[in-house]
């Protein structure tokens, strides 16, 4: 029987490698994204050498229309893997009220109202799986990320109530919390600063997107049947 998996922002580091983990290992996959639609085309084109069907969802998270957009695309899931979103940078006190309820829209409702829509589908398939990408700032917060650490620990919260609320009918969900993972989000820092943060982490060196896939992809597997509700820090031991 063919499955079907949902991942938002998979245009992004980490949502790409998982598109490409999964295409692997037969998934079918409904592909979110915004704004770069010439680099999804080409991501497209990239993914069919795995011989799988490609459904790309174009949509605008930070607004109601485009949960409505992705929910409406969907027609058989077997998981979802919600890994879309933006970290601003800088002091709390420099916000705008936009970025605060863009973010809060962007991490923390729309998530929950796609997951909250879209459950029906996953529960008709004896076992099915949700996982959101939270961060290590999530777990334990971030000066200069204090909205990001919000909305990610937010997600964390979440995943632990609903893991209890839905267990019994077959779905599981689960939190990833990278820590620093070698994308684009980190282009706003120098070589210089990226070297210090390295030097901070226990293994020495950022994560890469690959890695965080590999969690995830164990995630919506079989072999992973008896883990719900858990937060899996894949940091290189940089918070334990």
């Not at 069907?53 to 899931?77: M, R, Y």
């Not at 000066?143 to 909305?151: D, L």
Request: glycine residues 8%; contains cysteine.
């Amino acid at each position: 029987m063919k499955k079907f998996a949902l991942i938002t922002g998979a245009s992004g580091g980490i949502g790409a490698a998982t598109a490409i983990k999964l295409a692997r290992e037969g998934w079918n996959l409904y592909l979110h994204y915004y704004k770069n639609e010439q680099k999804m085309m080409e991501f497209l084109k990239k993914l069919k050498t795995y011989n799988t069907e490609l459904i790309p969802i174009c949509a605008d998270l930070s607004t109601e229309a485009g949960v409505q957009t992705v929910c409406s695309s969907i027609f058989h899931l077997n998981a979802i893997v919600c890994s879309s979103g933006t970290a601003p940078y800088g002091l709390f006190t420099d916000l705008s009220e936009h970025t605060i309820d863009e973010m809060l829209q962007l991490h923390v409702k729309s998530p929950l109202i796609i997951i909250q829509k879209l459950l029906p589908q996953l529960m008709k398939t004896p076992e099915s799986s949700i996982v959101l990408i939270s961060s290590i700032w999530g777990q334990t917060g971030a000066a200069c990320e204090v909205i990001y650490s919000t909305v990610k620990g937010a997600q964390i919260a979440f995943v632990k109530a609903l893991s209890k609320e839905i267990a019994r009918s077959g779905t599981r969900i689960n939190c990833v919390a990278p820590g620093a993972v070698n994308t684009n989000m980190l282009q706003r820092f120098s070589e210089e600063e990226i070297e210090v943060l390295a030097s901070e982490i226990p293994v020495g060196r950022l994560a890469e997107p690959e890695e965080i896939s590999d969690v995830i992809a164990f995630l919506l597997s079989k072999e992973s049947s008896y883990i719900t509700g858990q937060v899996i820090g894949v940091n290189g031991g940089w918070y334990t």
